[in-house]
């Protein structure tokens, strides 16, 4: 008996937290759209950057140059670090032709956070800086690392650079 007077009070509880639920979720929607007919221009909210779509943006305009375009998994990561903590979420890798004989891709790495992203330029740098022959051109935008191979001279990595902080002014 106990049980059914537990299951019905349940019920009856559960039931009152959906209507109420709904009757905020009306009093906003309500409330939002009186606010957005009552402005000129509704703001679009940017869509969340991915390693894709910043790769797709930079092809617009150097795809002449980017060969072996790889997205990297969890097979195929060479540093083992894709999804890691701290790490990189998502990456992509090419090749730009213009760099013969380079052992180093280009590429774009998308982090959790800026503050991950930083950790990583960060560690890079240092590794430059006692390895100069690693050189890179890193860019940081946001949680967002594009690395440019070294070997490209400063005015082709600014091509890659300058596409790069365009994606990120909208």
């Known amino acids: 008996m106990k049980k059914k007077v537990y299951k019905n009070r349940l019920a009856?509880?559960?039931?009152a937290i959906i209507i109420?639920?709904?009757?905020?979720?009306?009093?906003e929607s309500s409330t939002s759209k009186k606010s957005n007919s009552n402005t000129a221009k509704t703001i679009a909210k940017p869509k969340p950057k991915t390693a894709q779509s910043v790769l797709d943006e930079l092809k617009k305009k150097e795809s002449a140059y980017m060969t072996?375009?790889?997205v990297v998994t969890a097979d195929n990561d060479s540093n083992k670090l894709l999804g890691r903590p701290n790490q990189y979420t998502e990456k992509v890798t090419w090749k730009d032709n213009r760099s013969k004989d380079s052992q180093v891709d280009c590429s774009i790495e998308l982090f959790?956070?800026?503050?991950?992203?930083?950790?990583?330029?960060?560690?890079?740098?240092?590794?430059?800086?006692?390895m100069p022959m690693l050189t890179q051109y890193i860019e940081?935008?946001?949680n967002v690392l594009l690395r440019i191979d070294g070997v490209l001279t400063p005015e082709q990595s600014k091509e890659y650079i300058n596409i790069f902080n365009s994606i990120f002014k909208n």
């Open 12 to 15: 009856l509880f559960l039931s």
């Open 20 to 27: 109420l639920t709904s009757f905020v979720g009306c009093s």
């Open 68 to 70: 072996n375009i790889t």
């Open 112 to 130: 959790k956070n800026k503050d991950d992203a930083t950790a990583r330029k960060d560690y890079l740098e240092k590794i430059i800086k006692s």
């Open 140 to 142: 940081q935008k946001d």
